[in-house]
């Protein structure tokens, strides 16, 4: 049963439950207790198994631990304290696990300490011991593994793919038959992901190995739904979630939030103005604040920060960069520094996100939208390192689409509302690694088996036939496969009803191959009929890109025709400007909820503009003021002044050119031109996020395609997206409503699958599949294999599988991740749904150009550094059409 802890504990219930040496040794070096404090002291000491959420600098650690190191100091002093492991600490990242070390080794010690001083001799007579950590990682030497074997620590800081290691090592699995306690810390950050799915199916084994008799503890800074996270850490029991307690502390920090508009006109801003005063702002924030943390999406955008502050303000080394794509070395430098305080500010892409400990932090800056609420929440929660401080941000946008969504992501946060995260559900290549893990440790079984995988929450539903047809395939019965060099790993004995392990290289591929996180490299792009290397692009950009797409490398246009292996074959582009910026790929989804959130915000305010429009006696301009009503309605949100002319203009602009609005009501699709490209679109204003809009633009022109006999192509982002065709693209209201109905008939995932079965997405997310499952290797006995001959050997493989059975596990799987995870479409149907039943209106217009609501999405292919300045050029154009059609003046 999943409870929330509804009243704390007193100070004295809380202390009471530690040992005295534990609780001299606190109460020493803290004030008081914090709010999750409060809670979880007890609830561990009682074993119960509890999930803690809370804000940075919460005491989180000290929540979770603190029991337990009460508990293994009794058995010390009972002169009980083994030589194994009683605790194990889980964490995504290693650096995280070398600050879990060092934030414990201290009290660890000093208590230690304090315990010899007051005992003396007798810790010698009574054998009371030292409580030990260590930490076992792929860092960890082979050395330090030895020692650890012969003398495990009391308590072990690991990750999900050490842990899955340790599962299957013959003689260190024997100190884990006895732990007590298992602390899984950033649940956000592994739940929602195949890592996480992987290290569940890790703690059912352990819970299987230990009699189920350890208490598990998550730890997060911002989870929602609280449930959902609940039946993660505590896995199934049955059709049943197992006891699991929910602390909920998510905000008992506060925050003091603003979105900023760096310029007054975001549209008519003199050439390099925004750019001018964005960097005046952020060097302002940089100077008024002892240590500022500032965030970009990109990685791209992280170097080009630091280039631009350094440039133009004289900073040296107290401003440094942290991102993936750096060394390991100067990420912790950087982590270092800003912990010490000797640097005045750090930009970071994603990587500074999680706990690392980065010390105190006085101002976050998001630059752009971070695209979800649970994202900005996490990053400007990195701010006031103490549950008493204030965190403070600032969001600072560059244009109006970010301007809206930014100003609802911090009006919700305020709010306390949260994104949703959901765990993948039967995942079939990462059970079919656990499985050949399982069978190297013993004969199993198969039911046996089977209900020890149900016993995770991201399996508690898997089908038996899906689970069998596994075992079939790891035990090499799909006759052909073995042609492709995919030998069997396990036997399975199905009149038995066991498995068990097969071949004496299966434990070496098993431990060689381990893990969730797929091999990417870059990608060769070459001119078609030539051998000219062009230069790189991501294999994550490649996945996104199709037959005709027109992108941008090293200034020039090309246009993608196919893949083969690792090189990407293009022609030059003749159209005049891309379909797909080159950071697409880098470029984080919006989240559906906080999509659903701006739809809501359009629809209300919406009405109010609607409501002065009605009522106003004078032409709209852009110099027009702001109306009283406006302006307070807009004055409840966290914005400064230029942000709420901005929202009022382009309201304005919208409602005024189109007539229409878009929102969480009303689906607009607007048929209109490009002048640039004389290209037809017909935009579908779904302001769904990027994974849903992916689904439904496929969808669409698939159906619309069929209807009009014609090819369509296909342009998405967040807000919506576009079919465009070189012919004139019109579709009526019963063309429309024909579509509706067709799409949602119930074959909607089937035409999908038809759909992108072809495509460079299938190709590479079953080479993902394909790897975690053992069908292909990344490394051989020792040898690593290319990425291209994994690709090469990927393809060979689906062709044979497919032959075989179009249903084989692994095609199901690749799949299901590509419609669930790389696209969202059950909401997608959700959407289809409600505009078939009519809770969703739906409208056509037809516009001579592109209404307001429409010009981001119409020059999102220009969204590169080196065609910023065409697109600032062309949305102004577009601009000053829209103006004059409504017979206002454009500045």
């Not at 000093?110 to 001083?117: G, L, N, R, S």
């Not at 429309?736 to 995932?749: F, K, R, T, V, Y």
């Amino acid at each position: 049963m999943i409870e929330y802890a509804k009243e704390p504990f007193t100070d004295k219930e809380s202390l009471g439950v530690l040992n005295k040496y534990v609780r001299d040794w606190f109460t020493k070096n803290f004030d008081g207790l914090t709010p999750p404090q409060r809670y979880s002291f007890k609830l561990i000491s009682e074993g119960r198994n509890t999930l803690v959420t809370a804000p940075t600098g919460s005491g989180k650690t000290m929540s979770a631990f603190l029991s337990i190191i009460s508990r293994l100091f009794d058995y010390s002093l009972e002169g009980k304290l083994e030589n194994r492991v009683y605790c194990i600490y889980v964490s995504p990242l290693r650096a995280l696990n070398n600050d879990i070390h060092r934030n414990l080794a201290r009290p660890l010690e000093e208590v230690y300490d304090a315990i010899k001083k007051d005992r003396g001799i007798e810790i010698i007579k009574h054998n009371i011991r030292q409580v030990t950590i260590g930490v076992r990682t792929g860092d960890t030497t082979q050395k330090e593994r030895q020692q650890m074997l012969a003398k495990p620590p009391n308590i072990l800081v690991t990750t999900p793919e050490s842990l899955a290691i340790l599962l299957n090592s013959q003689k260190f699995v024997e100190h884990l038959k006895t732990v007590e306690f298992l602390v899984l810390d950033e649940v956000h950050e592994l739940a929602n992901n195949k890592r996480g799915v992987h290290l569940s199916l890790s703690v059912e084994r352990l819970a299987n190995l230990a009699n189920g008799r350890f208490a598990r503890v998550g730890l997060g800074a911002t989870l929602y739904p609280l449930d959902e996270a609940a039946k993660y850490l505590a896995g199934y029991n049955g059709k049943e979630p197992n006891d699991c307690m929910i602390v909920d502390a998510s905000w008992s920090k506060k925050l003091d939030v603003k979105v900023i508009s760096p310029v007054k006109d975001l549209i008519y801003a003199k050439e390099g103005e925004i750019e001018d005063e964005l960097y005046k702002r952020i060097n302002g924030i940089i100077k008024e604040s002892k240590t500022t943390l500032i965030f970009t999406n990109t990685r791209s955008g992280t170097e080009r920060v630091v280039f631009n502050l350094k440039k133009r303000f004289g900073y040296g080394e107290d401003i440094a960069a942290h991102h993936g794509s750096l060394s390991r070395e100067s990420r912790l430098e950087v982590e270092e520094m800003l912990k010490k305080g000797s640097i005045k500010c750090a930009v970071s892409s994603t990587s500074l996100e999680l706990g690392v400990d980065i010390g105190s932090i006085e101002n976050v800056v998001q630059l752009g939208s971070p695209k979800s609420v649970t994202r900005a929440v996490q990053r400007i929660g990195r701010a006031g390192h103490s549950y008493k401080s204030t965190a403070k941000g600032e969001m600072i946008v560059l244009n109006r689409d970010d301007l809206v969504e930014c100003t609802v992501m911090l009006d919700a946060a305020l709010k306390r509302h949260l994104d949703s995260f959901t765990v993948p559900q039967n995942a079939l290549d990462v059970l079919a690694q656990h499985i050949v893990g399982m069978a190297l440790a013993k004969r199993w079984d198969v039911d046996e088996a089977y209900s020890v995988v149900k016993g995770s929450y991201a399996y508690h539903n898997l089908q038996k036939q899906d689970f069998v047809a596994l075992l079939n395939y790891l035990a090499g019965n799909y006759v052909g496969l073995e042609s492709r060099r995919v030998y069997g790993k396990i036997w399975y004995d199905e009149k038995e009803n066991a498995f068990g392990k097969r071949g004496k290289f299966t434990k070496v591929i098993y431990m060689l191959n381990l893990g969730t996180i797929p091999d990417e490299v870059a990608v060769n792009v070459v001119l078609e009929g030539t051998k000219r290397w062009i230069g790189n692009i991501e294999e994550e950009f490649l996945m996104r890109l199709k037959p005709g797409d027109i992108f941008t490398l090293g200034g020039k246009l090309y246009k993608f025709e196919y893949a083969k292996a690792m090189k990407c074959y293009v022609t030059q582009a003749q159209a005049s400007s891309p379909t797909i910026p080159p950071w697409f790929s880098e470029q984080l989804p919006l989240s559906f909820e906080l999509a659903t959130r701006i739809g809501e915000f359009r629809a209300e305010f919406g009405k109010v503009m609607n409501s002065y429009l009605g009522r106003r006696k004078t032409a709209y301009g852009r110099t027009s003021r702001m109306p009283k009503e406006i302006s307070d309605y807009l004055g409840k949100f966290p914005v400064d002044e230029n942000s709420k002319t901005a929202i009022f203009s382009y309201f304005a602009e919208q409602l005024l050119y189109a007539k229409a609005l878009p929102s969480i009501e009303m689906l607009l699709i607007e048929s209109t031109a490009d002048p640039a490209t004389e290209k037809h679109y017909l935009i579908f204003h779904s302001l769904f996020g990027r994974r849903v809009n992916d689904a439904l633009s496929r969808a669409f022109a698939m159906e619309i395609g069929e209807l009009l006999n014609e090819d369509i192509g296909i342009m998405i982002n967040d807000n919506g997206f576009m079919l465009v065709s070189d012919e004139s693209l019109h579709i009526d209201s019963k063309i429309m409503q024909e579509a509706i109905n067709d799409l949602s008939s119930g074959n909607l995932a089937s035409d999908m699958r038809k759909n992108i079965r072809n495509t460079e997405l299938m190709k590479r997310i079953f080479r993902h599949v394909a790897g975690r499952s053992f069908m292909i290797l990344r490394n051989y006995k020792g040898w690593r294999i290319g990425v291209g001959r994994q690709q090469t050997n990927s393809q060979l493989v689906f062709k044979a599988a497919e032959e075989m059975d179009p249903n084989f596990p692994l095609i199901k799987e690749a799949y299901r991740e590509i419609l669930n995870e790389k696209m969202d479409l059950p909401r997608a149907e959700q959407v289809l749904a409600m505009l078939k039943d009519g809770k969703m209106r739906w409208e056509i217009i037809e516009t001579p150009l592109p209404s307001p609501f429409a010009h981001s999405l119409i020059t999102f292919g220009r969204a590169d550094v080196v065609l910023m300045k065409e697109r600032g050029r062309y949305l102004q154009y577009l601009h000053k059409q829209v103006m004059k059609k409504i017979g206002g003046k454009a500045r």
